[in-house]
């Protein structure tokens, strides 16, 4: 299985909600990331997840909270989001030998939109 | 800082060759990716160059050059499917952080 998963593939919510963007791999990697892209722009790094541990957070808003449950699991919860927030929230995973530094596997993406 | 330069955008003809090209500017130099990215999907990686020198892997190559900042994405026997965006990202030392070039939009026209 060399498959990165998440869910839902898109998403629609009001900036008063609360919603969880949820990603999963089976490929015993230990790095996990989030990147977000906007539509025409390359991904931008947000999280790191090393050993499930935080590892880099690149001065994210705390209006987005990262989590990762366990070495398989990765979770992005939201809350009271802005309009400009609506892009492709991609995750990653990487084996975490040298973390970034490796080859990426990329989820598919959800696509946010925020009213 | 970090600076990364694409093309944003190249046409080509099936069959052909095309040569996409990016050039870099990084505090330290901690290897450098392509990944290629299908319209509305999540990047797939194509190379990972650390040394100066051409990696061959089938119809696609990737090159660097670390004294000069540039590396190149040699696709050749162009097909149709490989019309999509090139993104090249580069690693810079002491951060851990990859940095993604805009990308270049490919465009392969019968």
């Known amino acids: 299985d060399t498959e990165v998963t998440q869910t839902p593939k898109h998403l629609v919510m009001g900036m008063t909600n609360k919603k969880s963007l949820k990603c999963e791999q089976h490929m015993g990697h230990r790095a996990m990331y989030w990147y977000k892209q906007k539509a025409k722009k390359p991904p931008e790094l947000m999280f790191v997840?090393?050993?499930?541990?935080?590892?880099i957070n690149e001065s994210v808003p705390s209006r987005f909270s990262p989590e990762c449950p366990n070495s398989s699991l990765l979770n992005l919860h939201l809350h009271a989001l802005q309009p400009e927030d609506s892009a492709l929230y991609l995750c990653?995973?990487?084996?975490?030998?040298?973390?970034?530094?490796?080859?990426?596997?990329f989820g598919s993406g959800t696509q946010l939109s925020v009213l | 800082g970090q600076n990364i330069d694409q093309p944003t955008e190249m046409t080509a003809t099936e069959g052909a060759i095309v040569q996409i090209n990016c050039t870099y500017q990084t505090s330290g130099f901690n290897g450098l990716f392509w990944y290629q990215q299908h319209a509305g999907e999540a990047p797939t990686f194509l190379s990972y160059n650390v040394l100066d020198g051409l990696e061959e892997k089938g119809r696609f190559s990737s090159f660097l050059s670390r004294s000069k900042g540039y590396s190149y994405l040699l696709l050749k026997e162009l097909q149709m499917k490989d019309s999509a965006s090139y993104l090249c990202a580069v690693g810079g030392t002491g951060f851990q952080k990859l940095v993604f070039g805009t990308g270049t939009r490919l465009l392969v026209s019968p």
């Open positions: 990653a995973s990487s084996q975490g030998v040298e973390v970034v530094m490796e080859k990426l596997f």
């Open positions: 997840y090393s050993y499930e541990k935080l590892s």
